[in-house]
């Protein structure tokens, strides 16, 4: 008979649908000799620590708590990885330039400064004046100050300044505004852009596998592989009790940790959650079937995995990688300051 996914049934315990025994690890590897390659990709699944949902955040590093299952595949015809920053373009126009300028010397200005230059700066961008103005009061004079010259510059600017004033009002009163100001004045309006940091994107990682097995033990394994991704991708009902409440709340999946063998010259990941399985059990878009000892199983089987990681790159984790030590090397500077030839 062919051979049956029997443990998505609530009934079949934990350990024989991970393939092992209550005392001990499930280890998969595919295909069985991957030993002697010498290349290889772990895929390590813990259970969550508690309270680590928000471990990022917080700075605590111990999401992964107990290893609760191991597969080991090929390394992919192609890998890579991606690092993204956000940026985001703010007009802050000819007030919110001299605000912020005028605001530079108040870094140690204190907590109450430093909130009401916030509010300042937030009512700019949003093209709120009168309260950026309201808010300025309490940000100290200097702020004000810095307001009171810049208004003095366009007065005694003449001609310069009627036309920085009508820039402004141009970029507050939009595009009818903007077209009458370059009729009169011949200049468009700056619009004082500044690119603004807003953090940085998780990474993801995408591997592809045509697993083709050689033997029924290999076809047991495939099978085992991907029940074990689909089952600890997805969660459970935890909100205890009887009736509606049982459903109340999903518990949260497990994680996974992904490691390269020989990965000196490659990249480390951070814990990672399984986004998106695909399994294509008709690859070659045809059923093709093998009967082995008994077992009747697909003669390809196509498998795409995403992993989406918990925790942002910073300079922190750069430097732990092994082959980025160099960057802190002071001999490494200066060789990189010298030019080849």
Do not use: W
Request: overall charge neutral.
């Amino acid at each position: 008979m062919p051979f049956a996914n029997k443990f998505v049934r609530p009934t079949i315990p934990l350990a024989k649908l991970t393939g092992g025994t209550a005392a001990s690890k499930a280890k998969m590897t595919f295909p069985s000799d991957l030993g002697q390659t010498g290349h290889h990709v772990q895929f390590d699944v813990f259970s969550r620590a508690a309270g680590s949902t928000l471990a990022s955040v917080r700075g605590n590093k111990s999401q992964l708590d107990k290893l609760l299952s191991t597969i080991y595949l090929p390394m992919p015809a192609n890998l890579g990885v991606q690092y993204s920053a956000d940026y985001q373009n703010e007009d802050l126009g000819l007030l919110g330039a001299s605000v912020v300028g005028a605001a530079t010397t108040l870094a140690q200005g204190g907590a109450n400064v430093i909130e009401n230059l916030g509010s300042v700066i937030g009512n700019l961008i949003a093209g709120d004046v009168s309260k950026a103005a309201t808010s300025a009061l309490g940000a100290g004079k200097k702020i004000l100050g810095g307001i009171k010259t810049e208004a003095e510059n366009l007065i005694n600017e003449g001609s310069g300044g009627l036309a920085a004033a009508g820039g402004t009002i141009a970029a507050k009163f939009g595009g009818t505004a903007k077209a009458t100001v370059a009729n009169i004045t011949g200049a468009a309006p700056n619009p004082h852009r500044v690119v603004l940091f807003q953090g940085v994107q998780y990474r993801e990682h995408q591997f592809q596998y045509r697993l083709s097995p050689k033997s029924s033990a290999e076809t047991q394994t495939i099978t085992r592989i991907i029940n074990n991704l689909k089952y600890y991708m997805h969660p459970e009902f935890g909100g205890g009790g009887g009736g509606i409440t049982a459903r109340a709340f999903l518990s949260y999946p497990e994680l996974f940790r992904i490691k390269f063998k020989n990965d000196t010259h490659l990249f480390q990941t951070l814990p990672c959650v399984l986004k998106s399985l695909q399994v294509q059990y008709h690859p070659m878009g045809y059923p093709a079937y093998i009967r082995a000892d008994g077992d009747i199983a697909p003669v390809e089987v196509d498998i795409q995995m995403s992993f989406q990681e918990t925790e942002i790159i910073t300079k922190d984790f750069i430097k732990g990688e092994n082959f980025t030590s160099e960057i802190q090397n002071p001999q490494y500077q200066r060789e990189a300051e010298t030019e080849p030839f």
